[in-house]
């Protein structure tokens, strides 16, 4: 007796397992492929909003859902702060997503160009060697340099892969490490560049940027997380750093 009474333990157990409710974080997924198969999640959890989870798509979007899968807000998110104000919920989360990004990508394939002495800041540049305000940041970079700035210049060609500046940007990434800086001057001043072809990060560095947020360049990723699209002359750009 006492040992069908131990089998039906098991049983009962092994029932509650097998049909236990799906959890909020199921049901968001679930609901999330009804709407598009394609659409994966990389991360969900529980938003500041009571009742309300933030996720994270692959796409690098975030949105907010309710623990059914049946309201979805798309936007910003904002807590109001007595001391603040408004504070943007949705940024602080963007904010660490792009530092956990960009940290994956290897310092090889970054063209870096080194603070002079100790250096105060980093600055992470998605660039286009045509783009006229990309052009003028550049020329900006010895002076940020001097101040103790470091900036590490990552590929966003904006007229995209297969294009005339995707080619001269990809040769530019295809050379060898102690020339890309020199190469990267001159195709920023308006010179030639000699073609090459290999398998470059251009291409993924595009995406990235796209699922950080950016649409043009320059775009500029602070070391705290912060995106701040356009050029700003040097002083102003090390205001912004709060290096004077």
Same mark, same amino acid.
């Given at each position: 007796? &006492? !040992? ?5 333990? +098991? +049983? ?25 198969? &394609?659409? @994966?999640?990389?991360a969900i959890e529980?938003? /500041? ?15 907010? @859902? ?11 998110l904002f807590r ?10 949705? %940024?602080?989360? &963007? ?10 990508? %290897? /310092?090889?394939?970054?063209? *870096? ?15 286009? *060697? ?9 020329? %900006? ?14 590929? $966003? ?33 308006? !010179?030639?560049? %000699? ?8 291409? !993924? !560095? ?7 947020? *950016? ?6 990723? $602070? ?15 090390? &205001? ?5």
């Amino acid at each position: 007796m &006492r !040992q069908l009474w131990a089998v039906g333990l +098991v +049983v009962l157990g092994i029932s509650s397992w097998t049909y236990a409710a799906p959890t909020a974080e199921d049901v968001i997924k679930q609901s999330l492929k009804k709407i598009d198969a &394609r659409l @994966s999640v990389v991360a969900i959890e529980p938003a /500041e909003m009571e009742g309300m989870y933030a996720v994270e798509l692959n796409t690098g979007e975030l949105l907010y @859902s309710d623990a059914k899968g049946e309201y979805f807000m798309l936007g910003q998110l904002f807590r109001l702060s007595e001391q603040e104000g408004f504070v943007n919920l949705t %940024e602080g989360k &963007r904010k660490q997503q792009r530092l956990e990004q960009i940290a994956k990508i %290897e /310092e090889k394939d970054m063209i *870096v160009f080194p603070a002079e002495g100790t250096r105060k800041a980093t600055v992470t540049v998605f660039t286009d *060697v045509d783009c006229g305000y990309c052009r003028k940041l550049h020329k %900006e970079v010895p002076t940020l340099n001097k101040m103790g700035i470091q900036v590490n210049y990552l590929a $966003f060609p904006r007229a995209g892969v297969g294009s005339r500046t995707f080619k001269v940007m990809e040769s530019i990434w295809c050379a060898a490490p102690d020339q890309r800086n020199a190469l990267l001057t001159q195709a920023k001043s308006g !010179q030639q560049v %000699e073609g090459k072809s290999c398998d470059s990060p251009v291409a !993924q !560095q595009m995406v990235l940027g796209q699922s950080v947020g *950016v649409t043009g360049t320059p775009a500029l990723v $602070f070391e705290d997380g912060t995106l701040m699209p356009g050029y700003l002359p040097a002083e102003q750009l090390a &205001r912004a750093l709060k290096l004077n």
